[in-house]
Structure formats: structure tokens, C-alpha cells
């Protein structure tokens, strides 16, 4: 198992790149932070507890 973590700066292309990742390896996962505080928050720009 591997565990692949993109951090950078907004708009850097990590969603983009992850989304090529997803494409061309099966069993790919990703786990986004913007999608977690839209479930959780209503909105991906909050930033807080």
C-alpha cells in the first residue's frame, strides 16, 4: 500500500494531478480537504474547527 500526499500552495495543480493519478492507476483513492469541509461545513473555504 502507498500513500501519496500533495500539499502546496492553492492553485498549484494538486486536484489536477490527483485526478491523473485516479485516471491512470486503478484503486486509487483520493481524499480531498476542500471536499471534506464542504460535507462538513457547507462550504470548502472555511478553515477552522
Known amino acids: 500500500?502507498?500513500?501519496i500526499?500533495?500539499?502546496g500552495m492553492p492553485g498549484?495543480?494538486?486536484s489536477s494531478l490527483a485526478a491523473l493519478l485516479q485516471q491512470d492507476?486503478?484503486?486509487v483513492i483520493v481524499v480531498s480537504t476542500d471536499a471534506l469541509?464542504?460535507?462538513l461545513f457547507g462550504d470548502e473555504?472555511?478553515?477552522g474547527s
Open 37 to 39: 469541509r464542504a460535507n
Open 45 to 47: 473555504t472555511i478553515q
Open 12 to 14: 498549484s495543480g494538486k
Open 1 to 3: 500500500m502507498q500513500l
Open 25 to 27: 492507476y486503478s484503486g
Open 5 to 7: 500526499l500533495l500539499i
